[in-house]
């Protein structure tokens, strides 16, 4: 009599043989097996089975990029790409849940840094009272993260230069021609500037993103934030590319994007005149509901609202031309 394993067909063997009839198994869970032959594939590491069509079951160690440095998180790319701070490349920055972009915290925010913003809004204060601000306050404006669903737009004019635009179906930020007037906002200088805005961004504008699947042919399946109904949706993510709109589960899109809520949508133009508390005075415009019209007024230099612009032409274009056109919600 033979033993048993040695020579035999894969029925003699350990664990049996394999969908097919022909291979023999090498674990009780059919690994081993090949991947056309089980119920439901493999995994993407193309070896570990699949227990359900939408791999969701399938372990982080058998997924393309691998589990974060806990052990159970899954990678959604190259250097622990989607996993907590602590376990990316350059870490967190100085609030412990945003991830930086390089070192010495660089692409962290200035809300995420220890003393918070200056009075421009962008630039990250270096103590307690506004030091290491600039004195002259010159608000600039921040492109909202809602172009990036714009389409590509080249303009209508003949002053050609090459601009970046964020590819919604690609899921990445490309190259084109723009011809220097008109066009929409998903337009950016540099391919850096495109992605800070359209791939990036790791605080709340994050959910402000639309859902792209990437460009790859993977199934993962993900949740993203849906800005337009307020909650979190499941969706296919294909691998690579894309933006930081997408997490493992419900529980991390709703923790990040609906527990800490949204910007709301309303409308800029008929929100009171706002100062500020701070005292560093520049003249700005305003949106004066009562009259109808822009009017300058003194601006402290921090907080106040969104009814705040840097001329009265900027004011005219975003109130009185939406009030004729019968335009009433802005983002803020």
Not at 23 to 43: F, I, K, M, Q, V
Not at 144 to 163: A, H, I, Q, W, Y
Not at 175 to 194: A, L, Q, V
């Amino acid at each position: 009599m033979k033993e048993k394993g040695n020579g035999c067909g894969c029925d003699s063997t350990r664990y049996g043989c394999c969908p097919d009839g022909r291979t023999a198994a090498t674990s009780e869970d059919l690994s081993g097996c090949p991947c056309d032959t089980l119920p439901y594939g493999c995994c993407p590491d193309g070896y570990t089975p699949a227990r359900s069509s939408d791999l969701h079951e399938c372990p982080c160690t058998a997924q393309r990029y691998g589990c974060c440095l806990d052990g159970r998180t899954v990678a959604l790319g190259p250097n622990y790409e989607g996993c907590p701070c602590d376990s990316t490349r350059f870490g967190c920055c100085l609030d412990g849940n945003t991830t930086a972009q390089g070192p010495n915290f660089y692409g962290c925010p200035c809300e995420a840094m220890r003393y918070g913003c200056c009075a421009d809004g962008y630039t990250p204060a270096e103590g307690p009272i506004y030091e290491g601000c600039p004195d002259i306050v010159q608000p600039k404006p921040k492109i909202r993260t809602e172009v990036c669903g714009l389409p590509k737009d080249s303009g209508s004019c003949k002053n050609f230069s090459v601009m970046w635009y964020f590819d919604i179906n690609y899921g990445s930020c490309s190259r084109f021609w723009y011809n220097g007037c008109d066009g929409n906002g998903n337009k950016f200088d540099t391919t850096e500037e495109c992605e800070y805005t359209c791939v990036k961004p790791d605080g709340p504008e994050a959910c402000l993103l639309p859902k792209t699947g990437g460009s790859c042919n993977e199934k993962i399946p993900l949740w993203y934030c849906d800005a337009g109904s307020g909650s979190c949706e499941s969706f296919t993510y294909g691998g690579c590319l894309g933006n930081n709109n997408r997490f493992v589960t419900k529980e991390a899109c709703e923790q990040k994007c609906i527990n800490h809520q949204l910007p709301v949508q309303v409308n800029v133009c008929e929100l009171p005149k706002d100062e500020g508390p701070c005292d560093k005075l520049t003249i700005q415009w305003y949106y004066n509901k009562e009259n109808s019209k822009c009017e300058q007024f003194y601006y402290g230099g921090c907080k106040g609202n969104a009814n705040r612009f840097e001329s009265r032409r900027e004011c005219e274009k975003s109130c009185v031309a939406s009030v004729v056109h019968g335009i009433h919600s802005f983002l803020f």
